[in-house]
C-alpha cells in the first residue's frame, strides 16, 4: 500500500512600497502563481516546474 503524503507551502508577502498602504498595489492570485511559476523555473528548471506545476492545478 502506499500512503500519500500532503505537502504544504506557506509563504509571507511582506510590501515593498514605502508610501503607504494606500498606494498598495492589488495582489491576485494569477499574480502569485506567475511568481511561484518563475522562481521555481530559476531554482529548478523545467523539470522542477513539471514535478510542482501538476500539483497545483
Sequence with gaps: MVRFKNRWLLVEFIPSWTSGPSAAPHL?????????????????????????GSSLN
Design 28 to 52: 491576485t492570485g494569477k499574480d502569485v502563481f506567475a511568481a511561484l511559476r518563475q522562481s521555481v523555473i530559476v531554482h529548478f528548471g523545467d523539470v522542477g516546474w513539471g514535478a510542482v
